[in-house]
């Protein structure tokens, strides 16, 4: 294959992204149709790639010496492309029928499309230079996504997600500098690039300015406490919320922190280290805290907001583990997460869409209404919680199993965050399902008489993401020796 094919991918939704303000659609038909096609064709040119990887790196760019903007198709890559390239198309479809009672649609999947493009350029990456480029390029393509509505709530929130991105990205570009001063390359190769003979003596520096990177990048994956943006974010469209919280900017951040650790600075280098167990205590802190925070939230989407931040540990504290069990357990509920937590955000979107209730307490019987929202949601907090045989229990498995295999304290005693995690995760999840199902006797059913589910366009996807989420639970064996040979080095 001509490895140009690589950079269309990324190219071709920036480019007719930004071309949707040029064209004047007399019907919302037409715009959907031109966007769909544009997310059809671009999911479709990615897994061509995918299927029929090309060997070697495609150089875009030149910017000096070593400063070179390349894309190359590895394992990781592939992984986390693939996620992006299956749900990209459903949320699309999601998005349609939510955005019709918004302003500036013509604003939103101008942003919407070329986010896609731009994530496709974190997947693809081959060096920390274009990482780090298109990731800054994220945190600004996303910016009037949170800020679409442009009240005082969202303008609000638009200036905590960039404060809190830039600062993130001050950190990050110190590990940026010092992999360019002390690596034989930018180039992302398993194990890492460090030159020990350049680091010398200054080991203890190097791993100081690894925890500085991973809290950088640790900003978007909304490690504590630098998760505030990610539960204020949720002012934004559904559509947006679940693009943040499931898919593009909090895996990016996940995903590069999976970069610098096993294809920067390398395990062997960081591996029993202080800086290892830096990493482990901000994730289980994380994981707690989170998990938490969720219980007591009585806002739907900003408790699910905190159930992400626990969750996005999950996948620090198995990279943090630095082990190829670790990376495969990060790199499973990296997956499994995204096609749950996707489906809870949608569920919660649809809820709001038809009902226009946004607080726990207000959703009392609405179960027999919006059976098929319900039942998704059910399915997905199901698996979210770790219930067998369900995906999320496949990934949690993974971890532990990970975590017992490496055997050090701070693993080990993941572990049991992990079990404490799960069943805070079934209370604050389940106190939803019940509230919906079983409102009590007292419930005047009067009140919720209007309440029906949305139509094919919003069930559609949680439909076809309930059934993956059953059928990964079930056959999950194929793709998790593919993670395990990609977390071994092996692709």
């Known amino acids: 294959m001509n490895l140009?094919?690589?950079?269309?991918?990324?190219?071709?939704?920036?480019?007719?992204?930004?071309?949707?303000?040029?064209?004047?659609?007399?019907?919302?038909?037409?715009?959907?149709?031109?966007?769909?096609?544009?997310?059809l064709?671009?999911?479709?040119?990615?897994?061509?790639?995918?299927?029929?990887?090309?060997?070697?790196?495609?150089?875009?760019?030149?910017?000096?010496?070593?400063?070179?903007?390349?894309?190359?198709?590895d394992g990781l890559g592939s992984v986390f492309a693939g996620l992006?390239?299956?749900?990209?198309?459903?949320?699309?479809?999601?998005?349609f029928e939510y955005m019709k009672h918004e302003k500036q649609e013509n604003k939103f999947f101008t942003f919407y499309t070329m986010t896609y493009g731009i994530t496709m350029g974190i997947a693809f990456a081959s060096n920390l230079m274009t990482l780090y480029m298109f990731y800054e390029m994220l945190t600004l393509i996303t910016l009037p996504l949170v800020m679409h509505s442009m009240d005082k709530k969202s303008i609000l929130a638009g200036r905590k997600y960039i404060?809190?991105?830039i600062g993130g990205a001050a950190f990050a570009f110190i590990g940026f500098i010092f992999i360019l001063a002390y690596g034989n390359g930018m180039d992302f190769v398993y194990g890492g690039v460090l030159n020990y003979e350049a680091i010398g003596n200054k080991d203890q520096l190097l791993r100081f300015v690894y925890v500085l990177a991973v809290l950088g990048f640790g900003v978007k994956a909304a490690i504590f406490p630098f998760h505030g943006w990610l539960p204020t974010a949720s002012v934004a469209p559904t559509p947006v919320t679940a693009l943040l919280h499931a898919v593009a900017v909090v895996k990016a951040g996940a995903f590069a922190i999976m970069r610098i650790t096993y294809y920067s600075f390398g395990t062997d280098?960081?591996?029993?280290?202080?800086?290892?167990?830096?990493?482990?205590?901000?994730?289980?802190?994380?994981?707690?805290?989170?998990?938490?925070?969720?219980?007591?939230?009585?806002?739907?989407?900003?408790?699910?907001?905190?159930?992400?931040?626990?969750?996005?540990?999950?996948?620090?504290?198995?990279?943090?583990?630095?082990?190829?069990?670790?990376?495969?357990?990060?790199?499973?509920?990296?997956?499994?997460?995204a096609i749950i937590k996707i489906t809870l955000f949608f569920c919660g979107g649809a809820i709001l869409y038809k009902t226009k209730r946004e607080y726990i307490?207000?959703?009392?019987?609405?179960?027999?209404?919006?059976?098929?929202?319900?039942?998704?949601?059910?399915?997905?907090?199901?698996?979210?919680?770790?219930?067998?045989?369900?995906?999320?229990?496949?990934?949690?498995?993974?971890?532990?199993?990970?975590?017992?295999?490496?055997?050090?304290?701070l693993a080990v005693a993941g572990i049991y965050v992990l079990i404490i995690s799960a069943l805070l995760t079934a209370i604050y999840l389940f106190s939803v399902i019940i509230r919906a199902f079983f409102p009590g006797n007292d419930f005047d059913m009067e009140s919720v008489k209007?309440?029906?589910?949305?139509?094919?366009?919003?069930k559609l996807p949680l439909i076809v993401f309930c059934i993956a989420i059953v059928v990964f639970g079930f056959c999950s064996i194929p793709l998790v020796d593919y993670l395990t040979d990609i977390a071994s080095g092996l692709f």
């Open 4 to 39: 140009t094919y690589i950079i269309l991918p990324v190219v071709l939704p920036i480019l007719f992204g930004a071309l949707i303000p040029l064209f004047h659609f007399k019907k919302r038909t037409a715009r959907q149709w031109y966007v769909m096609a544009v997310v």
């Open 41 to 73: 064709i671009n999911s479709l040119v990615t897994f061509y790639i995918l299927l029929n990887r090309p060997e070697g790196t495609f150089q875009a760019i030149n910017l000096a010496g070593r400063l070179e903007v390349s894309f190359h198709v």
């Open 84 to 95: 992006i390239a299956a749900l990209w198309p459903i949320a699309t479809l999601y998005s």
């Open 163 to 165: 404060f809190y991105s």
């Open 269 to 337: 280098f960081l591996h029993g280290t202080w800086a290892q167990n830096v990493i482990l205590i901000f994730a289980l802190v994380t994981i707690l805290y989170g998990s938490s925070r969720a219980v007591k939230e009585q806002h739907l989407k900003r408790r699910l907001a905190y159930s992400t931040v626990s969750n996005l540990s999950y996948i620090i504290f198995g990279v943090a583990l630095m082990t190829p069990m670790g990376l495969r357990g990060g790199l499973t509920h990296m997956v499994f997460h």
């Open 361 to 409: 307490y207000e959703i009392r019987g609405i179960g027999k209404k919006m059976p098929v929202v319900m039942g998704c949601f059910s399915v997905a907090a199901l698996g979210l919680i770790g219930v067998p045989p369900l995906a999320g229990f496949i990934s949690k498995y993974n971890l532990a199993t990970a975590a017992a295999s490496e055997g050090s304290f």
């Open 450 to 458: 209007d309440v029906e589910d949305p139509n094919w366009l919003m």
